[in-house]
Each structure stands twice: as C-alpha cells, then as structure tokens.
C-alpha cells in the first residue's frame, strides 16, 4: 500500500480523474440539450388522468406529462393531503393541460397516489393554434359554414384554410408591406401628393381582398370538449394542427418528428416568441455573421500575411503581437460598450447628420443596427481569422518563397500566386471558427442591435432589399430573452431547449469542420516538408 | 525590351503597393486596439474634470433701487430683476438676432418688460425667494405677495421668441399670513398643487404656520382656504426660516440654534430635534440652505465653513446629525448658501464675494474664485445648473442706481462622480452610516444615483474567484494527464473534444445554469457536498483496484486507460450521491436543506448563488486554461523526461521534480488567462445569479458583476449623463484588468517559447 503511494500512481489517477470529469462535462452537456431539445419535436402521448383529490371529488386530467419527481413526504405535511405516512417520497407529475382560455395555468402538478385511473384514449386530439396555445380534448362536432360535416372532412378542411392563410400572409407582408415601406419613403421625401392618391386606391383594394379572404378563412368551426367537459368552440382560422397523437403509428411519430422540426426552422415565432418557429432568428444570425465575414476576412488575411511576411523581428512586432492577443481576450462586453458608442451613436450619429437629416430627430443608422452588430464582431473575431491565418502560413516550408522569388517574381506575386492559394484552406479555417464564435455571441449584440422582436426581416422586397439600418433577431439573445424575460417561463423552456439545440448544432458542427480541415491541412504539409 | 522593363517598372510598382496595403493592414491591429482604448478614456474623461466658470455676458442696467432678487431663463437668453421698490423689470441676455428687421427683434440689454408689483401705498419690507421661481413680496404692512416670473417659448415660423410675464399663482389678492395681522418679521414658504405653507415669525414674538389648503387643485384655480396655526416656541429674535418641499418640516435658527419641527400633523406643529454645531469660541453661524430634495440642511458659518445636516435612524429614533463639513473659506465667514434645484450641489459666497462650488454627496471641491470685487446685491443659479447670474452694483455713479448684470457658463455636468465617490465609502443621504452602493434608477424623481463601483468589482472578483476554484483543479490535473500521461491515439480525440467546450456559446451554459442547474443544486445540495468526497474517493478506490489485479487482466486494460475506466465509475459516485442526498437532507438538516442554511446557520440563501456561477463558469474556464496548460506541459523537451527517468525517477517524481517545474510559467498563464476570461464573462453571470449588488462572500448568495451590470444598464442609460460615462468606466476597468492578464500571460508565455527552444 505504502509503495503504491510512493509510486505515484494513485495521483496520476486523480489526475486522469480531470479528465473524465471534463469528458463527463462535455459530452453530459451535448446530451442534455440534445435529449431536451429533440424530445420537443417529439409527438407525446396525450393522457387522461382520473382524479381523485383529499375531499373525495373527482376529476379528469387531460395533457402530456411532461416531467416527473419524487418529493419528500414531509413537504406536504402541512396540507390535508393524505398519504402513506411510512413512505419517505411521493411522486408527482407535471402534466401540461394547454386549454388557455379555460384555466388560468397550463401547467399542474398531480401526486401519483391521486391518479385513479391513467389511459391514453384514441379519441384525444392535441390542437395547435396561433393564439392562446395548445388545446386538449375530444372533438365533437366538425362545421363547415354552420353546418356539421364528417370527422372525416378534417383534413379538407385544414388545407383550405392553409391555403388561405398563405395568401392573407403575402398580401400582408409583401404587398402590403411594400405599399406601407413606400408611402413612408414619400413621406420622408415631401412628395407625398405625387403618388399619395394612387397607393392610397391600390392600398383599399388591397385591403378589401385581404377582408374577403379573412371572411373565407373564418368560415368553418371545431367544437371540442375539455377535459371537465366544457365544450369549446375553435374557429379553423386559428387552427394551426390538429393531431391525434395516440392514433399515431411509430412511423407517424418520425414523420410528425421531422416535419415539426422542419416547421420550427422555417416558421415565424408566436405568442412572443414562446411558441411556433425561429426562422427570423436564425435569418438574422446568418445574415449578421455573413456580413460580419464579409469585414472581417480581409482584414484578418492582410494582418497575418504582415505579421508572418513583412514583420521584421522589432518592437513593433511584438507589440502587434500583444495587441492580437489582448483584442482576442478583451471581454466581448466591452466590445459592445466600444460599438454602442463610438459606431452607433458617434459613427452612426455623424452619418444620420449628413445623408439622413430629413428623418432626424428619429435615427437612421444612429442606433443599434444589423450593421454595427457585424462590424462590432467584426472587430472581435479578428484575432481569431489572424491566428488561424498566420498558422497556415508558419506551415508552408520557405523553399516555396525561396523557389518562386528566384524564378524572378515579386514578393507580391509569391503571395498571390503561391503563398495565399497554399494556405486558403488555413483562412478557410480562421474564418469558419471566426463565424461560430460570432454565432454564439450575444453580450455585445444586446447593445449594439439585437431585439427581442423585430417587426421587418433586414433583407425583403423593397429596395434597397438589403436594410444594414435595421434590428435584427439573433438565436442567442433568443434563448436569453424566451428563457428569462418571458412571462411563461415554465411553457417557454421546451422550446428554449429546441433553439440551443439548434445554435449548438450549428456551431459545433462549424467547429468540426474547421478541425479537420486544419488537420488535413496539416497532413498536406508534412508531406510537402519530406 | 522595352516592354519588359516597363511591365517590370508596373510589376514593382505592384509590390511596393502590396507591401504598403498589408502594412497599414497589419498596423490596423495596433491601431483598434489603442482606438478602443482611446474612445473609452474619451468618454470617461468629463466625469473626472473638475467645473468651470466663464463669464458668458455683462450689461448695465439702470434701478433706482437696490436689486433684491434675480433670476435666468431655462435657456439663459432673459433675466429679471427685483429691487426694493417692488418693480420688475425684465432684460434681453441674447441679441435674437434671427428676429433682426422685424418688431421681434430685441438686442442686448433691452428692458422687454416692467410690472410695478406692489399697490402704490405699499412698501416693501422683505423679498423671500421659494421653491420654483416664487417670490413672495412681503410689505410693512404684513401682507404677502406671490409673483412667478416666467418665460414662454413661442414659435413664429420656426424662430423661437421667449415671452416673460409675471404671474400670481395664488391670485393677485393680497395673501394673510398672520391671523392677527401683525407685523411679520421672518418668513419662509414653500407650495404644491394641493396647498402652500407658510412659516413666520411676528413682530410680537409668536411663531406661526399658515397652510393654505387648494380647494381643487392650484394649478386650475387659485381659490384656498386658510388655517392659522401657531407654534410653540419661545425666541427673542429669529434668524432664518426655512420650509422643505414636501412641507414636512421647517428649520428655525435663531443665534446658533436651529429648531426642527415637523409640520405634517394637521392639528399641532411638534419640535423634533434640535440642531446645535459645534462652534469655535466666536465662530456664529451666518446662514443657512436647504439642499436640493429637503433632506439635507447646510449651515454656513463665520469661520467659513459649511457642514451638511441630515436625519439618521439610530437607537433613538431619527436624529439629525453633522454628516461632512467643506471649508469654503479660509478667512471669511459664509454670507450666503445657493443651492441647486436638482443636484446636490450648492455655492457659497463671502463678503468679499469670494465664491466656491461644492458637490455634498461626493464630497466634492469643484470649483474656487472671485467673479466679482465685492460681494454681488444677489445672485441666481439658472434652472439648468449651467449658469449664474450676478448683480453687482457700479460704485462710482453719483446716486448708486447704476447695476452691472452678469451672466456666467458653468461647466458643471458630473459633480457627483469622483475617483473617491467611485471607490470609497459615501454616505448618501438617510443611510445611517458611509457605505458602498451601487444603485443607479430608482422610480422617484428626487432620487440621487449611487455610483460605487466596490459592490460590482467585488461581484466580479468573486465569480472569477468560485469559477476558478472549480476550473482550476478540473483543467490542470486534466492538462498534466492528457499532456504527460495519455496514449497519441487517445490524446487526439480528447483534447478535441475538450477543447470543444471552448465553443459553446456561454448564453446556453448561462441558460443552463439559470433554469437546470439553480434549481438541482437548491434541491440536492447535499449532494453537491458528497460529490466532492465521493468523486475523489471513487477515483482512488478504482486506482486501487486496478492495483491489485493479477498481471494479465492489467495487460489487458492498461493504465493509459484510467479517464476512460472513471467515466463509469464517476457516474456511478455522481448517482449514488444524489440518491443519497435526500436521506441526508432528512437526517441532517431537517428535511430541506436551505431552511436550515436560512434558519440555523443564519446566512440568507439564493437559488442563483455563486455556486452555481462558479460551477457554470467554471465549465466555460476550464477549455481556456487546459488547452493552454496542455500545450505548455506537452512542449516540454523531451530529452529532459527522459533523462529524469534515466536517472530513476518514477513517472510521477519525474512529472512533478521536471516536467510541471520546467512548464510552471506556461500554467501560470494559462490560469491568468482564464483569469481574464472568467473577470470578463457576461452571460452566464446575468443568467445565473440575481443580479443583486452586494459586498459577501457567501457561497449561497448572488453578486452583480461588471460586465452584467453593464448588460443590465447600458441600454437604458441617457447618452452622455453620468450612468452611461459610468458604466463606460466599468468597461474601461474590465478592459484594463483583462489587459494586464493577457499582456502578462503573453510575456511568459513568449519567454518560455524561447526558453524551450534554446533547451
């Protein structure tokens, strides 16, 4: 025992104990938001709960259990609950009974010892809708124009209104958007009684068409009967899904999996942002790290390319040395502070001065915008493009230089015939981690342009098509803003699993790919080296 | 030939081009680095530069009386005057030169308005100045005048016009303030919209109050009515009076006493306190002010000091208590107080007419000098606390009715930011004693900002603290293992893998350890205890198990294996304790642990509390400094390793004599570096704790950092005001701590790269 001691080996155990700790950690974390995340899209089983409750009154629970934990005995004591006294725990479920309108909470706790009877009827139907939430309960009635029509004419029915909700959506956004994105321009312009009569007619018509299809949408109806038997009248206009989860097959299952993971990408969020999609959210990312790319990969090419072939070894040097490295651990806050004052009210301020005058006092560029947003991030991914890029280059053998100066080329032209096309998988790579950083960035976004619900995409049909003024959604600031700012965090938090989900696939998924490309490219080298 | 030299003269050309573009490119660097640098310090500097006072206009003006009273406009464009005679007359400060040609036109100096205030057999006796703009004019006859001179702005076609007028906001009858109509010697008011009060003594020696009760509201209708009260209280004479604007108290000093009495009881006016300074020998005081918001009453003395008075709770109720004292002069005693409308600054002024400018709650000399020769006839601070006006009479002319006016810019915009107030104890007013708080919005109007920046850098250092006692041992010991001990193969797959951390986006770990993470740990916190025996103990019993298998099942699962085996086993402890935790929850602790942290340990418990942010932190910490202390520990020559080991060293001795001694510089860095990360970390801070600004170290309780303060605050901050510069501060102080972290780390790590080479 002594000797085993003496020999080190029980600390180096301890020391691979770090290890596993941080393996645990990790993958635990991947896992965790993985389980969570998908298990969203997963279609539950509705249940009926018969209730019997401490004063012998029963009840009939509908919804999905949505977690389950055991609780001390002692902590009901209080209550006039009455339990096995010799039991140390009890367990609860947390089931999710929508029906909004109906009961103030959808969200309640049974005690397992309460449930009677547990079931999973056929005949249950989950109703997504566009207001008020989810719906449990048991279809009765089906009626097209007040008239009632087979179970069977669901379907029918749903697509009709589909249909019709998609007209009714582009009119709004892209026809109606345009007129309103116009006469505000004129507005600005002081020409308003140039065109203001003929958008004026064009926007009336518009309307009427848009009243007519919504008196069409609102046609049919759905009574439902609640879990205490109340029965609800939904008109088809709100309806979003109706599905019958015990109904459905395995296979059903998947396919529904898919499908609502599919609508979660391309939908647009409901109910402030606790229900429906991310689409705006994940546009808003893609297009503010694009733009952000955009910026940052030229300047973070040319300060690697200076510091790796045009540095001497000098003061300077090292101080450009240390600026890199301070630029890459400056907390990202401060490049949030940096960006609010000196891009969006200095920089931004002076512009609105000179070529938006006509809106002032509102701001143009001088307030938080998808613009500043990119070029703050900018400004923070680039250490991260230099020190990539510079890797690639320190990795090319000197006999390439050597080779291509004695043939007579410039340095310049080493550079752009030789050295750059040798290392733009290395820029690739610096570029890619620059994107999946500036993903997952939100502290400085919440200064200098993120929002919380941004009424226009930056990028839609009106010219200039693409609006660097705007705000713009952001799939981080998302999960901080439905995860902690919203009313019903409880209902929410599913979702904000989903969208991590998302994020972290994404960038994970970017930080792999710059692995193995930076890996074969190291290969690639070694191999040029013998 | 010729032809190629000129394409070689185009070709260099190109070059020296090139090399010009990726020149500047690469100074860029430098340059954003200083540019953030610079445009912090440009935005931090007004809070620290000190007021100034620039004489801005000075016209003559004609009174046959002495001038009593004097006031600006919001805008410092005109200016009105009192004299003795009761007349008022408004001067033009500002030529309003877009008027010139048209009737408008006014330029400077012109007498725009004169309104005789007081009936032809009246006399004035005194000139009391109140609250907003309100001048009561009181007569040798006993009776009171209220007037308000004010300025409207008009617009013609876009040019502004600024119209005075007087109004009587009280009717313009006469007022009675005593019920018995006697002659009144010293009088003070103040006045809302639901009633005025006045507080008076008479010439026979009675204190009295008057309120005046609105009937509906004095905005609309001036219609009140009167109840006479009188006070107890025995004095030969009486000094100053003075009324706070909520009308809940009135200070009477008579010789070097002050007497407070509450005035909110409807039916009797009781003493409260009594203010007595403690004097030199001969010193008296010699005037007296309320600050700004009522609070606090400054009392200026003849050996030239002002001490500040404001009520504390102690043992024995509210007591009023000296709280500083600034001595404004060295030689000459304090004939006047001017306090500001909504700051707590005030000026002070000598017979000499030697003034100064002071700031109370930072304790704040801003400003020192003589406008003047003598002392001025009067003086006013414009509404904007950007001006003063001075009337100063010109001695020379044969029957003294010649007045200079002077109009004076201050440059005054954050008196209550100081390097000390940032830094020290402040004692804000009704706070017992000095503290350190930072509490920026509050929902009242007359609230004081509360700028310490102690709460939110011990906030800071304590995240960073509890991150870092968790990261440090998890990344080191996982550095040292995967560095020295683990196979090629599997090395290549675990760092990776660790170092994927390194890319989650904090906001998810932050999401995490808000709404997963507070409330496990809250509900299993035995739990938490038992995983730091367990994990340890699980570790060294597997050790000892392998130990002792017989030599071909070693062969089989070799020790390079160990992180690998432990994965399981650490599962195993982790799961084991958190079904332990609620036995040990009910045994020990009561059934639930946080009331017995509550109530029998006595310290207060937080769901979001520093464990949480240490442990979520800590995640975010450990990719940084493992990746970096692996890379040191891994670039350690090999021919040393071996030579140790040549030379009998075990592993382990040759590891800690050799490897971790020649590497240590390369680990301290990395700690510094993930130092600056965890000072610098903003979402997993917001997410995680309360966001509550508090000075303890308590593990179970949340603190408010830097960087979330400045998420929190900055969006709603006023640009330009003394939060927003402020919070820039808090940046800046981040940006400098992360920069000595970085800027160190940097060094060594530079040094041990040329070290190692040289091996």
Same mark, same amino acid.
């Given at each position: 025992m002594n000797s085993w001691f003496k020999s080190g080996s029980p600390w180096v155990w301890l020391s691979a104990g770090g290890v596993s700790i941080s393996l645990i950690s990790v993958l635990g974390l991947l896992w965790l938001i993985a389980s969570r995340?998908?298990?969203?899209?997963?279609?539950?089983?509705?249940?009926?709960?018969?209730?019997?409750?401490?004063?012998?009154?029963?009840?009939?629970?509908?919804?999905?259990?949505?977690?389950?934990?055991?609780?001390?005995?002692?902590?009901?004591?209080?209550?006039?609950?009455?339990?096995?006294?010799?039991?140390?725990?009890?367990?609860?479920? $947390?089931?999710?009974?929508?029906? /909004?309108?109906?009961?103030?909470?959808?969200? /309640?706790?049974?005690?397992?010892?309460?449930?009677?009877?547990?079931s999973t009827p056929e005949n249950l139907v989950v109703i997504e809708r566009r207001t008020n939430g989810n719906f449990y309960g048991v279809i009765e009635t089906l009626k097209l124009d007040g008239e009632v029509v087979e179970l069977s004419q669901l379907t029918v029915l749903l697509e009709r209104v589909e249909y019709f909700q998609e007209q009714i959506d582009d009119l709004q956004k892209a026809d109606i958007g345009a007129i309103n994105y116009q006469l505000e321009r004129l507005r600005l312009k002081e020409r308003k009684h140039l065109l203001d009569d003929t958008l004026k007619a064009q926007?009336?018509?518009?309307?009427?068409?848009?009243?007519?299809?919504?008196?069409?949408?609102?046609?049919?109806?759905?009574?439902?009967?609640?879990?205490?038997?109340?029965?609800?009248?939904?008109?088809?206009?709100?309806?979003?899904? !109706?599905?019958?989860?015990?109904?459905?097959?395995?296979?059903?299952?998947?396919?529904?999996?898919?499908?609502?993971?599919?609508?979660?990408?391309?939908?647009?969020?409901?109910?402030?942002?606790?229900?429906?999609?991310v689409f705006p959210a994940i546009f808003g990312t893609v297009l503010m790290v694009l733009l952000m790319t955009v910026i940052v990969s030229p300047f973070g090419v040319i300060a690697a390319i200076y510091l790796h072939e045009y540095a001497g070894n000098n003061a300077l040097t090292k101080l450009l040395r240390i600026s890199v490295i301070n630029l890459a651990g400056v907390p990202s806050i401060v490049y949030g502070v940096f960006g609010l004052g000196f891009f969006v009210y200095m920089?931004?301020?002076?512009?609105?001065?000179?070529?938006?005058?006509?809106?002032?006092?509102?701001?143009?560029?001088?307030?938080?915008?998808?613009?500043?947003?990119?070029?703050?991030?900018?400004?923070?991914?680039?250490?991260?493009?230099?020190?990539?890029?510079?890797?690639?280059?320190?990795?090319?053998?000197?006999?390439?230089?050597?080779?291509?100066?004695?043939?007579?080329?410039?340095?310049?032209?080493?550079?752009?015939?030789?050295?750059?096309?040798?290392?733009?998988?290395?820029?690739?790579?610096?570029?890619? $981690?620059?994107?999946?950083?500036?993903?997952?960035? !939100?502290?400085?976004?919440?200064?200098?342009?993120?929002?919380?619900?941004?009424?226009?995409?930056?990028?839609?049909?009106?010219?200039?098509?693409?609006?660097?003024?705007?705000?713009?959604?952001?799939?981080?600031?998302?999960?901080?803003?439905?995860?902690?700012?919203?009313?019903?965090?409880?209902?929410?938090?599913? $979702?904000?699993?989903?969208?991590?989900?998302?994020?972290?696939?994404?960038?994970?998924?970017?930080?792999?790919?710059?692995?193995?490309?930076?890996?074969?490219?190291?290969?690639?080298?070694?191999? $040029?080296?013998? | 030939m010729a032809l190629a030299t000129k394409s070689a003269g185009i070709r260099q050309l190109k070059n020296s081009l090139a090399q010009w573009l990726i020149t500047l490119g690469g100074i860029g660097v430098l340059f954003t680095l200083i540019l953030i640098f610079m445009y912090l310090l440009y935005v931090i500097k007004p809070i620290f530069d000190s007021a100034t006072v620039e004489p801005l206009a000075n016209i003559s003006i004609e009174s046959s009386s002495p001038i009593l009273v004097t006031g600006v406009d919001e805008l410092k464009e005109l200016a009105y005057i009192i004299n003795e005679q009761g007349v008022i007359d408004f001067y033009q400060l500002k030529d309003n030169k877009a008027f010139i040609g048209s009737e408008e036109h006014q330029a400077v100096g012109n007498n725009l308005l004169s309104i005789e205030l007081l009936a032809a057999n009246e006399t004035l006796k005194q000139l009391i100045s109140s609250g907003v703009d309100h001048q009561l004019l009181l007569t040798e006859q006993g009776y009171v005048h209220l007037?308000?001179?004010?300025?409207?702005?008009?617009?013609?076609?876009?040019?502004?016009?600024?119209?005075?007028?007087?109004?009587?906001?009280?009717?313009?009858?006469?007022?009675?303030?005593?019920?018995?109509?006697?002659?009144?010697?010293?009088?003070?008011?103040?006045?809302?919209?639901?009633?005025?009060?006045?507080?008076?003594?008479?010439?026979?020696?009675?204190?009295?109050?008057?309120t005046l009760v609105a009937e509906d509201d004095f905005s609309y209708d001036a219609e009140?009515?009167?109840?006479?009260?009188?006070?107890?209280?025995?004095?030969?004479?009486?000094?100053?009076?003075?009324?706070?604007?909520?009308?809940?108290?009135?200070?009477?000093?008579?010789?070097?006493?002050?007497s407070v009495f509450s005035l909110d009881d409807e039916y009797s006016v009781d003493l409260k306190d009594k203010i007595i300074p403690n004097l030199a020998n001969d010193e008296i005081i010699t005037s007296m002010a309320l600050l700004s918001g009522g609070s606090s009453l400054l009392i200026g003395t003849s050996g030239g000091e002002v001490s500040q008075w404001f009520e504390i709770s102690t043992v024995n109720g509210r007591v009023f208590k000296q709280v500083r004292t600034f001595s404004a002069s060295s030689s000459e005693a304090i004939s006047q107080i001017y306090t500001e409308q909504f700051r707590k600054s005030f000026y002070t002024i000598t017979p000499s007419g030697e003034m100064g400018l002071f700031y109370t709650t930072s304790h704040a000399d801003l400003w020192r000098g003589q406008l003047i020769d003598s002392r001025p006839s009067t003086m006013a601070i414009?509404?904007?606390?950007?001006?003063? %006006?001075?009337?100063?009479?010109?001695?020379?002319?044969?029957?003294?009715?010649?007045?200079?006016?002077?109009?004076?810019?201050?440059?005054?915009?954050?008196?209550?930011?100081?390097?000390?107030?940032?830094?020290?104890?402040?004692?804000?007013?009704?706070?017992?004693e000095p503290d350190y708080i930072w509490q920026s919005t509050s929902g009242t109007d007359d609230f004081e900002g509360k700028f310490s920046l102690v709460p939110i850098t011990f906030g800071t250092m304590k995240a960073a603290f509890y991150a870092m006692l968790f990261a440090v041992p998890i990344a080191l010991t996982a550095a040292i293992y995967t560095a020295y001990f683990m196979t090629p193969g599997l090395r290549k797959k675990v760092k990776p893998t660790i170092e994927m951390m390194e890319a989650l986006p904090t906001v998810i770990l932050g999401f995490l350890a808000g709404l997963w993470l507070a409330p496990i740990i809250e509900n299993y916190l035995p739990a938490i205890g038992l995983l730091l025996i367990f994990l340890p103990l699980s570790t060294l019993l597997t050790a000892l198990a392998w130990h002792n298998l017989p030599k071909e099942w070693k062969n089989k699962i070799p020790e390079t294996w160990a992180p690998i085996l432990l994965i399981p086993v650490m599962i195993l402890a982790a799961y084991s304790a958190f079904s332990l935790s609620p036995?040990?929850?009910?045994?020990?602790?009561?059934?639930?642990?946080?009331?017995?942290?509550?109530?029998?340990?006595?310290?207060?418990?937080?769901?979001?509390?520093?464990?949480?942010?240490? %442990?979520?932190?800590?995640?975010? *910490?450990?990719?940084?400094?493992?990746?970096?202390?692996?890379?040191?520990?891994?670039?350690?020559?090999?021919?040393?390793?071996?030579?140790?080991?040549?030379?009998?060293?075990?592993?382990?001795?040759?590891? *800690?004599?050799?490897?971790?001694?020649?590497?240590?510089?390369?680990?301290?860095?990395?700690?510094?570096?993930?130092?600056?990360?965890? *000072?610098?970390?903003?979402?997993?801070?917001?997410?995680?704790?309360?966001?509550?600004?508090?000075?303890?170290?308590?593990?179970?309780?949340?603190?408010?950092?830097?960087?979330?303060? %400045?998420?929190?605050?900055?969006?709603?901050?006023?640009?330009?005001?003394?939060?927003?510069?402020?919070?820039?501060?808090?940046?800046?102080?981040?940006?400098?701590?992360?920069?000595?972290?970085?800027?160190?780390?940097?060094f060594i790590r530079q040094h041990l790269r040329a070290k190692y080479s040289s091996m």
């Open positions: 995340g998908l298990s969203y899209f997963w279609p539950a089983q509705i249940v009926q709960f018969e209730m019997l409750d401490e004063h012998g009154v029963k009840s009939v629970v509908i919804g999905e259990i949505y977690d389950r934990e055991s609780i001390p005995t002692e902590q009901l004591a209080h209550t006039t609950i009455k339990l096995d006294p010799n039991q140390e725990t009890v367990e609860r479920l $947390l089931i999710k009974t929508g029906n /909004r309108e109906l009961v103030s909470l959808d969200f /309640r706790w049974l005690l397992v010892p309460q449930i009677i009877k547990q926007y009336t018509q518009l309307e009427k068409k848009l009243m007519a299809l919504r008196h069409e949408i609102a046609r049919d109806q759905l009574t439902v009967r609640a879990m205490d038997g109340q029965v609800v009248t939904i008109n088809f206009e709100d309806v979003l899904a !109706v599905t019958f989860n015990n109904q459905l097959s395995t296979f059903d299952k998947v396919g529904l999996f898919f499908s609502q993971i599919g609508g979660f990408i391309v939908d647009d969020p409901r109910e402030a942002n606790t229900e429906g999609g920089v931004g301020g002076s512009l609105d001065q000179l070529f938006y005058s006509e809106t002032l006092p509102s701001p143009t560029f001088g307030t938080p915008g998808v613009m500043w947003s990119a070029i703050t991030l900018a400004i923070l991914t680039l250490p991260v493009v230099i020190v990539s890029t510079e890797e690639g280059l320190s990795r090319i053998p000197s006999a390439m230089r050597h080779g291509s100066l004695a043939l007579g080329a410039t340095k310049a032209e080493t550079l752009w015939r030789i050295i750059l096309p040798i290392a733009s998988p290395a820029i690739m790579t610096g570029i890619i $981690l620059a994107i999946a950083r500036a993903a997952g960035e !939100v502290a400085p976004l919440m200064l200098v342009g993120v929002v919380k619900m941004a009424p226009n995409l930056p990028l839609d049909g009106n010219f200039p098509f693409l609006h660097l003024d705007r705000k713009f959604m952001h799939l981080g600031f998302h999960i901080y803003d439905v995860g902690f700012q919203s009313p019903n965090v409880e209902a929410a938090r599913p $979702l904000v699993y989903a969208t991590a989900f998302l994020l972290i696939t994404i960038i994970v998924a970017l930080n792999m790919t710059a692995v193995s490309i930076r890996n074969k490219l190291r290969e690639k080298y070694k191999m $040029l080296e013998h | 007037i308000r001179p004010t300025f409207t702005a008009s617009y013609q076609d876009d040019l502004r016009e600024i119209i005075p007028h007087v109004i009587y906001p009280l009717g313009e009858d006469v007022l009675v303030v005593d019920e018995q109509e006697q002659m009144i010697e010293k009088l003070a008011f103040m006045k809302n919209d639901e009633q005025a009060m006045f507080v008076g003594f008479t010439q026979d020696g009675r204190l009295i109050k008057t009140y009515e009167a109840i006479y009260q009188e006070i107890n209280f025995s004095a030969a004479d009486v000094d100053d009076i003075l009324i706070t604007p909520d009308m809940d108290m009135a200070f009477v000093r008579s010789g070097n006493q002050v414009a509404p904007r606390a950007d001006g003063l %006006i001075l009337i100063s009479p010109v001695q020379s002319t044969v029957n003294n009715n010649t007045f200079n006016l002077l109009l004076f810019a201050v440059e005054n915009e954050h008196p209550e930011v100081t390097w000390q107030a940032l830094w020290q104890e402040v004692w804000y007013e009704g706070y017992p036995i040990l929850e009910s045994y020990f602790f009561g059934g639930d642990v946080r009331q017995f942290i509550t109530n029998d340990i006595g310290i207060s418990f937080d769901q979001r509390n520093a464990l949480v942010v240490g %442990i979520a932190m800590g995640f975010a *910490v450990i990719p940084t400094i493992f990746s970096m202390a692996e890379d040191a520990i891994f670039s350690v020559p090999g021919h040393l390793t071996s030579g140790s080991l040549a030379l009998g060293a075990t592993q382990w001795q040759t590891l *800690v004599k050799v490897i971790l001694l020649t590497a240590s510089p390369g680990i301290f860095s990395a700690v510094m570096m993930g130092l600056g990360r965890a *000072v610098g970390e903003t979402m997993i801070v917001l997410m995680a704790t309360g966001n509550t600004p508090i000075l303890d170290w308590s593990i179970f309780q949340g603190m408010r950092t830097l960087a979330a303060n %400045i998420a929190v605050e900055m969006p709603e901050s006023e640009v330009g005001s003394s939060h927003y510069r402020i919070l820039f501060l808090a940046a800046f102080v981040l940006f400098v701590f992360t920069f000595i972290f970085n800027t160190v780390a940097e």
